[in-house]
């Protein structure tokens, strides 16, 4: 069993930067695409960005691209991202996915949610104006 736990949330500006982290534990050898999802009050669950399990691919949601980057460290456990120019429309509870694959296929089903395997408890991002 995957257990995910994101941290570096928080309060800041309209304008700042902001990074991510989460940490992958248990039975990570299975873990192929991380990714990262937002949740705003009322709204669904929307893909923010995800990367490969070698870190060579990366996709980006449409209301995040050039303002973000996933990146993942070299154990492949750990997944971050950096988040720039933030702006109160980014508020949200940000959630880590993990899918569970010896495949590393990466694709347009990253993007949604059915096809990850794992999900954390999530770390609320607040942007003030």
């Known amino acids: 069993q995957v257990h995910l736990v994101e941290s570096g949330g928080g309060l800041v500006q309209a304008g700042d930067s902001l990074s991510l982290s989460c940490a992958a534990s248990g039975g990570t050898f299975s873990i192929s695409t991380m990714g990262w999802f937002r949740q705003a009050p009322g709204n669904e669950r929307e893909f923010v960005a995800a990367?490969?399990?070698?870190?060579?691919?990366?996709a980006y949601g449409d209301s995040v691209k050039g303002r973000v980057t996933i990146s993942r460290d070299s154990t492949k456990t750990t997944v971050y991202l950096q988040m720039n120019s933030l702006n109160p429309e980014d508020t949200a509870v940000y959630y880590c996915?993990?899918?569970?694959?010896?495949?590393?296929?990466?694709?347009?089903?990253?993007?949604?949610?059915?096809?990850?395997?794992?999900w954390g408890q999530g770390t609320q991002v607040t942007v003030s104006s």
């Open positions: 990367i490969s399990r070698s870190g060579g691919s990366t």
């Open positions: 996915a993990a899918k569970s694959s010896m495949l590393d296929a990466f694709g347009p089903q990253t993007a949604r949610r059915s096809n990850y395997d794992y």
